[in-house]
């Protein structure tokens, strides 16, 4: 593993049903991150982690929750799919949350909704 | 509230120069990014600036100006594989990333 991996890919989905996005890195980064990225808006950050151990919401947490159990793993979990959550989902993470902490990002999953 | 805005899309020509412009309000700035983002692919980063002025970097140039809220990313010397969109992010007090929508950079032979 080289960076940040996520699967699935890509991934259909009937409303309803309960998904988990799988993200995992190997840069030892504390901190984590959980964008959409939407058509015509900028990514919109989901949840974070500043740290194992630690969640926080971000713009965006309705009908998503997150854990952090370790360092390297970061899963998304849509409890009940709606088809507003159709989207691209980015998993990125940086060393730290300070202010030249650039962050690096997952290959990204796509989601639909139906 | 908070605003990252960028223009929705350029086009320029192979070898010429581009300025793609980002101006912000955010409650708090801890540092302006630049991203290159290929269609279908992640964001890569590009810059950072965290005080005035020019930093530069090969064919790629980012200006800060904290007072206007402004920022601009400079692309010299196009190429066919800068076709791309361009997103300019702020960190703000929270340290939390504002991500504008991008600016899509369409490159003309």
């Known amino acids: 593993i080289a960076g940040i991996t996520q699967a699935p890919t890509s991934q259909i989905l009937a409303a309803g049903r309960r998904m988990t996005l799988r993200c995992t890195q190997d840069?030892?980064?504390?901190?984590m991150y959980w964008y959409r990225q939407d058509l015509g808006l900028g990514l919109r950050l989901i949840h974070y982690?500043?740290?194992?151990?630690?969640?926080g919401k971000g713009e965006v947490p309705d009908g998503y929750s997150v854990s952090r159990a370790n360092t390297d793993d970061f899963p998304l979990t849509l409890a009940s799919a709606v088809p507003s959550q159709t989207s691209v989902y980015f998993c990125?993470?940086?060393?730290?949350?300070?202010?030249?902490?650039?962050?690096?990002f997952g290959p990204g999953t796509r989601l639909t909704v139906l | 509230g908070q605003n990252i805005d960028q223009p929705t899309e350029m086009t320029a020509t192979e070898g010429a120069i581009v300025q793609i412009n980002c101006t912000y309000q955010?409650?708090?700035?801890?540092?302006l990014f630049w991203y290159q983002q290929h269609a279908g692919e992640a964001p890569t980063f590009l810059s950072y600036?965290?005080l005035d002025g020019l930093e530069e970097k090969g064919r790629f140039s980012s200006f800060l100006s904290r007072s206007k809220g402004y920022s601009y990313l400079l692309l010299k010397e196009l190429q066919m594989k800068d076709s791309a969109s361009y997103l300019c992010?702020?960190?703000?007090?929270?340290?939390?990333?504002?991500w504008g929508a991008g600016t899509k950079l369409i490159i003309k032979p």
């Open positions: 982690s500043n740290t194992a151990g630690t969640t």
């Open positions: 992010a702020v960190k703000d007090s929270n340290y939390q990333l504002i």
């Open positions: 840069m030892r980064h504390n901190a």
């Open positions: 955010t409650s708090g700035f801890n540092g």
């Open positions: 600036n965290v």
């Open positions: 990125a993470s940086s060393e730290g949350q300070g202010e030249g902490n650039e962050q690096f």
